[in-house]
């Protein structure tokens, strides 16, 4: 088992910037691949972006691509979500999740093995 617990959500304004980090315990990090997924109210969980094992390869969703950016930390077993130019449509909770397949970096949800908790992320107009 895989234990993944996110910290850095909050309420802040359209533009502001907030930093999501997901610490991992249980399994060896570095053979995971890491993903953060999203779901505002009333909508379905959708991918944002996703890392590979190694840090070298990251996708984003389109809507997010060029604003966030994932990270990972394999020496602090941590991945990271840094969220720049937020908009109110960025409201949502927010997920880290680790596929245990690390030959492949999957933006879909049913691939993922383990979930954190989720973060709330609100953005005011």
């Known amino acids: 088992q895989m234990q993944l617990v996110e910290s850095g959500g909050g309420l802040v304004q359209a533009g502001d910037s907030l930093r999501l980090s997901c610490a991992a315990s249980?399994?060896?990090?570095?053979?995971?691949?890491m993903g953060w997924f999203r779901q505002a109210p009333g909508k379905e969980r959708e991918f944002v972006a996703a890392?590979?094992?190694?840090?070298?390869?990251?996708y984003y969703a389109d809507s997010v691509k060029g604003r966030f950016t994932i990270s990972r930390d394999n020496a602090k077993n941590t991945v990271y979500l840094q969220m720049n130019s937020l908009k109110p449509e960025d409201t949502a909770v927010y997920y880290c999740?680790?596929?245990?397949?690390?030959?492949?970096?999957?933006?879909?949800?049913?691939?993922?093995?383990?979930w954190g908790q989720g973060t709330q992320v609100t953005v005011s107009s």
């Open positions: 249980g399994r060896t990090f570095s053979r995971h691949v």
């Open positions: 890392i590979n094992w190694g840090g070298d390869r990251t």
């Open positions: 999740a680790a596929d245990s397949n690390r030959y492949r970096v999957t933006t879909t949800q049913y691939d993922y093995d383990y």
